[in-house]
């Protein structure tokens, strides 16, 4: 079983004050085929997260009412959207306005003036990331049913050992890429070490059952 990441389009949520910049970001967005929702206050925000939880946020620090830091705080604070990736857009560049972002929970940071490949790429690279880490979980399941395919059938013919081989050093190459991928959280690291650990116990039991 092999695992590849294609190219990936989203469901994008823009929270901007400006309708210059909703309508850049939304065209940007659009041509690469994702599906783009926008709003220009934080609280129609945390509203259309919460009930259709996007796949990323493009998310401007500098709004009326409730800026983007008390945004993320509140979105990161919430089982139903704290897994969603936001990026966020600001013409702060100073280095403090970085670390607030990166504090409240946000995964990257654009400056504007912004360049629109900058978005498309730094989106693009989020999306993947998700896709990885769900694809993650299915070669867990495949893992645990070697495992149980192990535990119940200890006789297994040289191509049904030969396949299952296979099938965990393809796990543990793609759980490579994922562990390279920036931006993961601590608890998905973990998750990808144990995986990791389940699969090299899996190639010595298939080793010992070969000899």
């Known amino acids: 079983m092999t695992f590849t990441p294609s190219v990936c389009q989203g469901d994008i949520l823009v929270v901007d004050d400006l309708a210059d910049n909703i309508r850049i970001l939304s065209d940007t967005l659009a041509s690469q085929g994702h599906r783009v929702r926008a709003t220009r206050n934080g609280t129609m925000a945390l509203i259309g997260a919460r009930a259709a939880p996007p796949d990323v946020i493009l998310l401007d620090i500098r709004m009326p009412i409730m800026d983007g830091f008390e945004v993320c705080r509140q979105l ?3 089982a139903s959207t704290q897994h969603i990736p936001i990026i966020f857009l ?38 993947t ?3 990885l880490q769900k694809q993650a979980i299915a070669q867990q399941e495949c893992l645990e049913q070697l495992i149980r395919q192990a535990s119940y059938q200890p006789n297994f013919s040289e191509p049904s050992l030969s396949t299952a081989t296979q099938s965990v050093h393809s796990i543990l190459a793609y759980v490579d890429r994922l562990g390279q991928a920036a931006h993961l959280t601590p608890e998905r690291a973990r998750y990808l070490q144990d995986l990791r650990q389940q699969g090299e116990a899996m190639l010595h039991i298939f080793a010992a059952l070969g000899e």
């Open 129 to 131: 990331i998700q896709q």
């Open 90 to 127: 600001s013409a702060l560049d100073e280095a403090i306005d970085k670390t607030r972002a990166f504090e409240a929970g946000g995964v990257d940071y654009i400056t504007k003036p912004f360049l629109p490949v900058e978005v498309q790429a730094r989106v693009q690279h989020h999306l």
């Open 76 to 78: 990161k604070a919430d």
